[in-house]
């Protein structure tokens, strides 16, 4: 190859020019910016069919370089218009989230460091900088100094990890012998609320426990978990020769955000020997609120308890924290060390990949110090205060409402409803209440999601956006009220 034809192939793979990269970067951060400021120009739910963007795009990568311009062309035509906006203020599915600008801003900096954190010494800041936020969260959650944090994508992983700690912790030495082909080991026991979030039947799965090995707890009039049908579940399985494992309660159930009686199961599961793992994923983030506090009550008994910022403390997804009362559990379950990974530094430093299944792991503490330190607990308590007002003022409404009629209590943020016409039920009412939140959402204004409450079609409203304010909960309500309008003329 000639010098010429050699500098050439280099000129089409070298990274971008920093004076590019630098006019680039700005005409980015300008759209960042745009949508923070404006995102009501989008729609919050997109009016695209299943596979548009597929048929907008080529069927192979190109085969020769294409100009950045180009690229940021195709975003502004294609991405946007195509995307669900979880930013926007009128997003009030699901759990509403907020990304938020020194968050965003985090995630640029930690993409900038391409940090892969699985030993300290591949990340010396990145490890420690995740010890020091979620020990800053933990106190701000009001936890005992005895329990660790490390970060994980979500609380999928961080329920899975959890479980397997609990696993490992019953002494039946699955680590090194597995479960398949092993008499010995007894059927093995998860308990949750049939409030529960599915997470926990994940796990069961890959742990080999199957979803035999998960027992569905009654609920109470508040669906909380029903504390005696626990101990007749517990006390069945015994007798049956099963092994109970664990027991995950929920502070802030995914469907109806229901915060199970934490001090009560503990107490059960501390007379019973078995693992306590909480799953405050959403409704753990409402405790840095000082009289909201008590949403936490018991979880100090707990072994591990998961909270993810990237829900309701504002940091974009994807951050989960677990505590667990001992890391050592955490590593006996997890570590594996090969040749290639030892380092000097030995029992000195922690190493994050003993904590889970993942060897890389990325720069999460960052956006998630960023956050912290940008709004405070103050700031934080505050936005939290704001969405819980904004919740019991649009359940009021609904409770205000003929026809209308709330289907769980709000303890935190969301509210479950739906309209009841007179003479309507069964089938026929649910399907018509599909048809009121399909109509609201294909406004492109506020987007909500639905659950089943006791076997009810529910409508369901989170607040939970940094930038939600109560001109656009009033929008909603008053598209609601349009849909039901239409929907009785048709009537």
């Not at 989170?462 to 039901?484: M, P, Y």
């Amino acid at each position: 190859m000639s010098q010429v034809s050699g500098a050439r192939e280099t000129a089409m793979y070298a990274d971008m020019a920093p004076e590019e990269f630098r006019r680039f970067g700005y005409a980015v951060i300008d759209r960042v910016a745009e949508l923070l400021a404006h995102p009501e120009r989008v729609r919050v739910f997109p009016d695209v069919r299943p596979g548009e963007l597929i048929a907008a795009l080529p069927a192979g990568a190109p085969d020769e370089p294409e100009p950045f311009e180009r690229i940021l062309e195709d975003y502004d035509r294609l991405i946007p218009r195509a995307t669900t906006h979880w930013n926007h203020p009128g997003f009030f599915a699901w759990f509403a989230v907020t990304g938020s600008a020194p968050g965003i801003l985090g995630e640029i900096l930690s993409a900038a460091l391409n940090v892969n954190a699985m030993l300290w010494r591949s990340g010396p800041a990145a490890t420690e900088l995740e010890q020091v936020t979620t020990s800053w969260l933990r106190g701000l959650l009001g936890l005992p100094e005895r329990f660790a944090g490390h970060i994980n994508d979500t609380a999928s992983s961080s329920t899975l990890y959890a479980l397997a700690a609990a696993r490992e912790a019953m002494g039946l030495e699955v680590r090194a012998r597995g479960l398949a082909g092993r008499a010995d080991v007894p059927s093995l026991r998860v308990y949750r609320s049939e409030e529960a979030h599915s997470s926990v039947d994940k796990a069961a799965i890959t742990l080999g426990l199957g979803l035999s090995g998960v027992r569905a707890i009654a609920t109470d009039a508040d669906l909380r978990m029903d504390v005696r049908a626990l101990e007749a579940a517990i006390a069945e399985d015994r007798a049956a020769g099963a092994r109970p494992m664990a027991v995950v309660a929920t502070v802030g159930t995914t469907s109806t955000t229901a915060v199970d009686p934490v001090p009560e199961i503990a107490a059960i599961c501390e007379r019973e020997r078995i693992w306590l793992h909480v799953d405050g994923a959403y409704g753990g983030s409402a405790a840095v609120v000082p009289e909201h506090r008590a949403l936490l009550a018991g979880c100090e008994r707990a072994d591990s308890i998961v909270v993810n910022p990237h829900k309701w403390l504002f940091v974009p997804i994807d951050c989960s924290v677990l505590f667990v009362r001992d890391v050592d559990q955490l590593r006996r379950a997890f570590s594996l060390v090969p040749e290639y990974l030892t380092t000097s530094e030995g029992d000195e430093v922690l190493n994050l990949m003993d904590l889970g299944v993942s060897l890389g792991r990325r720069f999460r503490a960052l956006k998630l110090w960023f956050v912290l330190r940008y709004f405070g607990r103050s700031g934080i308590a505050a936005a939290i205060r704001e969405h819980i007002r904004l919740a019991r003022l649009f359940a009021s409404w609904v409770d205000d409402a003929p026809d209308f009629e709330r289907l769980a209590p709000v303890p935190l943020s969301v509210v479950l409803f739906r309209r009841r016409p007179p003479g309507l039920g069964g089938p026929a009412l649910d399907r018509y209440n599909e048809r009121l939140l399909d109509a609201v959402n294909a406004t492109g204004e506020v987007f909500l999601s639905h659950t089943r409450v006791r076997g009810a079609y529910a409508i369901r409203l989170a607040v939970g956006n940094l930038r939600t304010r109560e001109e656009h909960l009033r929008r909603a309500w008053v598209l609601l009220n349009e849909a039901v309008r239409v929907a009785d003329l048709k009537n």
